[in-house]
């Protein structure tokens, strides 16, 4: 019986730019369930963290109630975390973040989490554009309480239980382009080659990051008549393009044929570089990443990849206006300059 | 690359890496596993029909298996195998019982075994109990060969070393011990169905040429007739001050049986460095436990007599000199260094010598003067005559000759049954799958984290005041559980079946080694370079899958494959199954078992 993962590596470990190896970014041993699509995404969140040379304690993980919700324990075990209140991880991602805005924060959430009961709370973080990476661990389903449809289920779409679901899905992506996300995309946990890069980009991006990523959920919503499963989604998925995250380090050399290949540089001087597949999307459009995703959604296809981005939107601190240096680093002195300052201030009412 | 067959015996045997680097292919995690569980007469049993000397090997083993484990790749030392193997050994209860039970009514066919070392008695082990009539021959006064007159006590204990001789003598094999065969005419005169020559290297080199050779010879010896002669106690003592020449596992021997009667400055001298020397580093290092300097790039140039008597030696220092190609030179310097001794040990090599067979007997000699015989079947070119161990193709160890000699006897037997010997049966082979039930296999799966135990050993100044004491102790029950959990259990292999995957990629995400992947296929090289963590060591196999739904193939790099378990622990279709993989070499016999019918 094991429910441990030895401790043994393999021997010849890549090192990363600060020195540590993919093992150090790990987690706890999943307690998922075998083959759940979440554990690719916790796989890939970690390959990304590596990759982009993150130290393991500059990343706050955020997550609220739900199988998705569970995963931070099982990546970036030396990172912080905070598992809130179901549906209310924006909101506690809100407070870290204004109290450290020098983290990186990856909130974790499933469909569930964000689409039903933490809809509200959803719906705000977006408006406000705080600088997170949001991850919906999407599989259609309540996985934790036995498989019941959740809002992101498509219409039609039938898990285990058998029964078409009657009600209409929400489209977390198109409601982030909606609401002024700068970054939204849409993945699949079964391609890491189009998530990772995604992933490493939405960290890199200034404000909020959405990536839908549909996750399988091999025990209620893995069957022939559902549009969340492993089969159906590798089958109807249309990719906008390739994509690569050049980081900022890295001298950008190849050349590629203008139309094909269009170049969108990050707030912090990384880049994006996108080989489109279709020539009907401007990435910095809201209205074609719409209509777009729209378009393929009546072909019964899921158009994955990134779907919008503009990296130069505000984010909440820039748009209060707070001060540069993290709230949790001021001192006594400066949150409380004392009597004389007081006075000073409101002389100038006078 | 095309999809592995795993249905070919010789894929999952490879990756046993202990197994298939083991001469008699012995199933070592099969009976590590049994160790552990404290089943050591079970234990003792697999080892017994595989090599025959457990006790013995489980003390004075080459172990290629160890560099071959495994764990070396993974963590820093091997798992402890041979010393485990004496676990069983020492632990077991009375297995006569078990012993397979020899026919009164003989089968009619009479075999002579000339030599009666460890070849000689796995032929004898193997057709004993078919039936046939054996008489083995040794110059001798007991049975064992040269593990009896090469291996010192303090390393192999009489009593160790006769159990396991005599579980086979007492099959009714008829012995002629102190008969040295001087003519192989006057066996093949005899109405023998098979003769089987087992007499291995008994020549030690000899420094001829060295001058004062001659007029030092009273206290100038050859190692391992030296040693024959301590073992049956011709010799009692030496000098005070002795030099050994030579750098292999025989002079380590001789150094370590000189301080036990009568040496106190015993010192190993070796002409090349003290790295390329061919001991087994553990001789070594028991050498120098016991305060014995070796002296490398000393070359003999002389022996030194003073009035007729041996005083010393003169040695060239030289310097070992490394070619383009890595060959290496040793130049003189010129620089002479002279050490007194009283005696000297020449443990320099050791050559085959057939004085004793006529060469009209139809038995060809090749080079070196060394017969003619075929590597598979040990048949010479008198198809009634056949040759294993040793005399075979020159000085290799024990486990080699036991490996020639099981296959030396299936030779014997299709031959005395009129078959032809080329006509050999696969060897055994059994795959089944060791799941219990949700995460839990039979065997078990965590792995450890701890070092490899260090076999505790008796206290030097006793043992080196008494031959026959042995110094290593042996492992303790606790010791032996804890070194047997190190075992990777390489024989319970990752099966994968293809149509059952759905790339869910929860494998690849929990392999603790990045054994596993899911890519586009392409030739060896071009897939070597695309995995996700290095394979670099082609002496390990990728296993390849059949085409995927997506059009790719699963990889996977066998080189440092934990077997866990974690990967079909995480597969939600049981595309991967942990499966038990047995392999055992047929044994001369099977062919004639009673094969169960097949009720499928």
């Known amino acids: 019986m094991s429910f441990i993962r030895p401790n043994i590596r393999h021997p010849q470990l890549k090192v990363n730019e600060i020195g540590y190896t993919r093992a150090d970014y790990e987690g706890a041993l999943s307690t998922l369930c075998a083959g759940c699509g979440h554990d690719s995404i916790s796989a890939s969140i970690l390959q990304s963290c590596f990759e982009l040379s993150i130290e393991p304690h500059k990343v706050a993980k955020m997550s609220g109630i739900g199988c998705s919700s569970k995963t931070p324990a099982y990546f970036l075990g030396k990172s912080h975390g905070f598992n809130s209140v179901h549906g209310r991880m924006p909101s506690v991602a809100t407070g870290a973040n204004l109290a450290n805005r020098d983290l990186v924060y990856i909130g974790v959430s499933g469909d569930g989490d964000t689409a039903s009961i933490g809809m509200g709370q959803f719906a705000h973080v977006v408006r406000r554009n705080l600088n997170m990476v949001y991850i919906v661990m999407n599989n259609g389903c309540y996985g934790l309480t036995k498989g019941q449809d959740s809002a992101t289920a498509d219409r039609g779409s039938a898990s285990k239980k058998g029964v078409p679901n009657p009600f209409s899905s929400i489209d977390l992506c198109e409601t982030a382009i909606q609401l002024g996300a700068g970054f939204v995309a849409r993945s699949f946990s079964g391609d890491k080659e189009q998530l990772i890069p995604l992933i490493k980009a939405a960290i890199s991006h200034r404000g909020f990051a959405l990536i839908d990523v549909v996750s399988p959920c091999v025990t209620f919503n893995n069957t022939v008549k559902s549009t969340k499963s492993y089969d159906h989604v590798r089958e109807h998925m249309n990719a906008t393009g390739t994509f690569d995250f050049v980081p900022l380090k890295e001298e950008i050399t190849t050349q590629y044929s203008p139309g094909e290949t269009e170049e969108i540089t990050l707030h912090d001087g990384s880049a994006v570089r996108l080989h489109k597949a279709t020539e009907n999307l401007d990435f910095s459009s809201r209205r074609s990443a719409l209509n777009e995703i729209e378009r393929f959604k009546e072909k019964g296809e899921i158009l994955t990849g990134l779907l919008f981005l503009n990296p130069q939107t505000p984010d909440t601190h820039e748009m209060l206006g707070t001060t540069p240096t993290p709230l949790n680093k001021l001192t006594y002195e400066q949150l409380c300059p004392g009597n004389g300052t007081l006075k000073s201030i409101n002389e100038s009412f006078k | ?600």
């Open chain 2, 1 to 600: 690359m095309k999809p592995t067959d795993i249905e070919n015996p010789e894929y999952f045997h490879k990756v046993v890496d202990c197994q298939y680097a083991c001469p008699a292919h012995t199933p070592v995690p099969e009976y590590i596993r049994l160790i552990a569980r404290g089943r050591y007469d079970d234990a003792y049993m697999i080892n017994w029909e595989s090599n025959v000397f457990p006790g013995v090997l489980g003390r004075t083993c080459d172990r290629p298996c160890e560099p071959a484990c495994r764990r070396g790749r993974v963590d820093e030392e091997p798992v402890a195998i041979c010393r485990l193997k004496r676990v069983a050994a020492d632990n077991k209860a009375d297995v006569k019982a078990r012993m397979p039970a020899i026919p009164e009514q003989k089968n009619g066919k009479k075999i002579a075994l000339i030599g009666g070392g460890p070849a000689s008695l796995t032929v004898a082990r193997d057709l004993a109990p078919l039936g046939y009539e054996i008489d083995l021959y040794d110059a001798q006064p007991k049975g064992g060969g040269f593990m009896r007159s090469q291996i010192p006590s303090f390393r192999l204990p009489e009593t160790v070393l006769d159990e396991e001789v005599n579980y086979i003598l007492d099959m009714g094999i008829t012995t002629h011990f102190d008969h040295y065969v001087d003519s192989l005419k006057s066996i093949t005169d005899k109405d023998y169905d098979a003769i089987f020559i087992g007499t291995g290297a008994p020549r030690g080199r000899d420094l001829k040429k060295l001058p004062g050779r001659e007029e030092g010879d009273a206290n100038i010896h050859v190692g391992i007739e030296w040693l024959a002669n301590v073992a049956f106690e011709h010799t009692k003592s030496i000098g005070k001050k002795v030099l050994v020449l030579g750098g292999g596992n025989t002079a380590m021997d001789c150094c370590r049986t000189s301080k036990r009667i009568g040496g106190e400055d015993v010192r190993v001298v070796v002409r090349s460095p003290k790295a390329d020397m061919k001991a087994s580093p553990w001789e070594i290092e028991d050498a120098e436990h016991e305060d014995i300097p070796i002296y490398e790039n000393h070359s003999p140039k002389e022996f030194v007599i003073k009035d007729g008597k041996l005083v010393g030696m003169n040695f060239e220092l030289v310097e070992a000199k490394y070619d383009d190609n890595g060959k290496r030179s040793l130049e003189p310097t010129g620089e002479i260094v002279f050490m007194e001794c009283d005696d000297v040990l020449m443990a320099i090599g050791q050559e085959n010598a057939f004085p004793w067979i006529e060469r009209d007997l139809g038995i060809e000699f090749g080079d070196w003067d060394m017969p003619v015989v075929d590597s598979t079947t040990f048949q010479s070119t008198n198809a009634r005559v056949f040759f294993g161990g040793d005399a075979a193709f020159g000085p290799e160890n024990v486990i080699t000759a036991v490996a020639h000699g099981h296959q030396a006897a299936v030779s014997i037997d299709l031959h005395c049954n009129g078959q032809d010997i080329n006509e050999r049966l696969n060897p055994g082979v059994n795959l089944v799958t060791q799941k219990m039930g949700f995460h839990e296999w039979t065997y078990d799966n965590p792995v450890t984290d701890d070092d490899r135990f260090i076999v505790p050993l008796a206290d030097k100044q006793q043992a080196l005041s008494n031959r026959k004491m042995e110094v290593e102790l042996g492992f303790d029950l606790q010791q032996a559980y804890d070194e047997a959990q190190r075992c990777l259990n390489c024989d319970v292999q990752t099966v994968f079946t293809a149509n059952k995957c759905i790339e869910c990629d929860a494998c690849i995400d929990i392999c603790p080694t990045d054994c596993i992947n899911f890519i586009q296929n392409g030739e060896e090289d071009d897939l070597r370079s695309r995995l996700k963590a290095p394979a670099d060591n082609k002496d390990q196999d990728l296993y390849v899958s059949t085409d995927l739904k997506t059009g790719r193939v699963m990889v996977k790099d066998e080189n440092v494959c934990l077997h866990c378990g974690l990967c079909a622990e995480r597969c939600p279709t049981t595309a991967w199954d942990m499966q038990k993989f047995l392999y055992t070499v047929t044994k001369a016999g099977k062919d004639k078992e009673a094969v169960a019918p097949c009720t499928k």
